[in-house]
C-alpha cells in the first residue's frame, strides 16, 4: 500500500509587526488612538468644570407684571442676584443688568425664574416704558386746531387748557389741567372730515389728578395742547392760583413757576 504525504501547509506572508515599517505604523495608529482617548477626556473633564463654576444671574424677586420697563425691573430692584453653577442656568438666562435696559417684560415673570432673554422684548412705541410713579398715559381726542395736529410731533412738551360752560349765561371757561405734558403719540397729519371736524386721538402723559379733570373736558367741553419751547420754556401763576393766594392775605411777587418736577 502507497503512503500519501499530506500537503504542506500554505506559507502565510510576513506580519505588519514582522517588519520594522509595519512595526512602526502600529505603533503610530496605536498613539493616535490614544491621542483622541485623551482628548476626548480632557473635553469631559473641562465641561465638567466649567459646569460647576459659579455664574451670576438675574432672578426675580418679585412678581414682575407684563408690560414692566426693564428700566422700572432695574431702578427699583425687581429683582436679585444669584449665583448658580453654569449647568444650572436656564437658556438665554441673563447675567447682566443692561440686558433689559430699553425692554418690558413680554409675559408675567413671577418670583424665583431666572430672567431670560424671551420674558423681554423692544419698548419702542410702547407707552408704558415711559411712566413711573403718578405719571398716567391718556389719549385724548382732538381736531386738527385744538391739537395742532400735524404742527407738533412725539417727544413735544404741550400744556393742556380745557374749557367749559359755567352754567351762567352760557360763558365758556378755560383753565391749565396739566403743564409741560409730554406728547407720547399723535397722528402725523389731520383727517379730511370736510366742514365737519373730524376728532383724532392724541396720547399724552399727565398726572393722575390732571388726568380726572382732562377726561371730563373732553366728553363735556374741549381740550387744547398748547405747545411749548422746546427750551427755557416759563409758565406764569394761573389766574385762580393768584386769586388763592390774594384772599389769603399773600402778595403777588414772582410768578414763574419752576417746572422741573412736572411729568
Do not use: C
Amino acid at each position: 500500500m502507497k503512503l500519501t504525504r499530506p500537503p504542506a501547509p500554505a506559507k502565510r506572508g510576513p506580519g505588519p509587526l514582522s517588519t520594522r515599517n509595519g512595526t512602526l505604523a502600529v505603533a503610530g495608529i496605536l498613539a493616535l488612538l490614544a491621542g483622541a482617548a485623551l482628548l476626548l477626556f480632557l473635553r469631559q473633564y473641562r465641561d465638567d468644570l466649567t459646569g460647576s463654576d459659579p455664574v451670576r444671574v438675574l432672578v426675580a424677586r418679585s412678581l414682575v407684571p407684563k408690560g414692566t420697563p426693564g428700566d422700572v425691573v432695574a431702578g427699583e430692584h425687581l429683582y436679585k442676584v444669584v449665583r448658580l453653577r453654569n449647568s444650572q442656568l436656564k437658556p438665554g438666562a441673563i447675567t447682566d443688568p443692561e440686558g433689559i435696559v430699553d425692554k418690558v417684560a413680554a409675559t408675567d415673570v413671577y418670583p424665583g425664574h431666572q430672567l431670560r432673554a424671551e420674558d423681554f422684548e423692544p419698548s419702542a412705541g410702547k407707552a408704558q416704558n415711559r411712566l413711573s410713579g403718578f405719571q398716567r398715559a391718556m389719549a385724548v381726542p382732538v381736531d386738527a386746531a385744538h391739537g395742532m395736529i400735524g404742527r407738533i410731533d412725539a417727544g413735544d412738551r404741550v400744556d393742556v387748557i380745557v374749557t367749559y360752560e359755567n352754567g351762567v349765561g352760557g360763558l365758556t371757561v378755560a383753565r391749565i389741567a396739566a403743564r409741560n405734558a409730554l406728547v407720547l403719540n399723535i397722528p402725523s397729519e389731520p383727517k379730511d372730515g370736510g366742514v365737519r371736524s373730524v376728532t383724532q386721538p392724541v396720547t399724552i402723559r399727565v398726572g393722575d389728578e390732571s388726568a380726572t379733570e382732562i377726561a371730563g373736558a373732553a366728553d363735556g367741553g374741549k381740550v387744547w395742547l398748547v405747545l411749548r419751547p422746546a427750551v427755557g420754556a416759563r409758565s406764569h401763576e394761573s389766574t385762580e392760583a393768584i386769586a388763592n393766594a390774594l384772599r389769603k392775605g399773600g402778595v403777588k411777587a414772582d410768578i414763574n413757576i419752576d417746572l422741573k418736577g412736572q411729568p
